[in-house]
């Protein structure tokens, strides 16, 4: 091979090898794929689905209620959705959301769906939540089939950081037959 011919593969080439470098930094910095496990997000989510998550969205915006959120916990990753924000006082009662006691429907849940009673006391010691509100910078999580969630209520997991939270989902990729957005 000499060099003229190299020169006219890299010239036919570099399409492919800007697209691919594209791709690339789209896939590191913008965007990633998370497959989900488990059916602690049922029935917004269910174990097989594959998401798309926007890495990109918390750098510009900050969290907001409601929004389902990859979240990085002791070394695994978990999508969940934010149910308390920093400054809040957040419990449940009866199996109604209350947010600076003031009842707050949830929308999203499944009929029937119970969610056991809980304080901020309970998962956050007052010398981490003065004043009994989430401190600046974390966030309160659970999954949308709460009898089965692994989140904010239990004492491994917590509150999470903003840093934590590694971004937000947005579209279900997988399977076909329930391709689109996630709400």
Not at 71 to 96: A, Q
Not at 132 to 158: A, C, M, Q
Request: aromatic share 10%; net charge negative; proline share 5%.
């Amino acid at each position: 091979m000499d060099l003229r011919e190299i020169k006219e593969f890299l010239r036919d080439c570099w399409a492919y090898i800007v697209t691919i470098g594209i791709v690339v930094i789209v896939l590191m910095f913008v965007v990633s794929f998370q497959p989900i496990a488990g059916n602690s997000m049922f029935p917004t989510l269910e174990e097989g689905n594959v998401v798309l998550v926007s890495k990109f969205s918390y750098y510009i915006a900050k969290p907001k209620r409601n929004e389902i959120v990859t979240v990085k916990v002791n070394g695994k990753s978990y999508v969940k959705r934010i149910i308390g924000l920093p400054g809040e006082d957040i419990k449940f009662i009866k199996n109604i959301l209350y947010i600076n006691d003031q009842p707050y429907k949830e929308d999203f849940l499944k009929e029937g769906i119970e969610t056991s009673g809980f304080t901020l006391e309970d998962i956050c010691h007052e010398n981490e939540c003065p004043n009994n509100v989430i401190p600046e910078d974390k966030y309160l999580v659970l999954g949308d089939n709460r009898p089965e969630s692994e989140d904010s209520r239990t004492s491994t997991f917590g509150l999470v950081s903003k840093e934590q939270i590694k971004g937000q989902v947005f579209f279900r990729m997988w399977p076909i037959t329930s391709i689109g957005g996630v709400k």
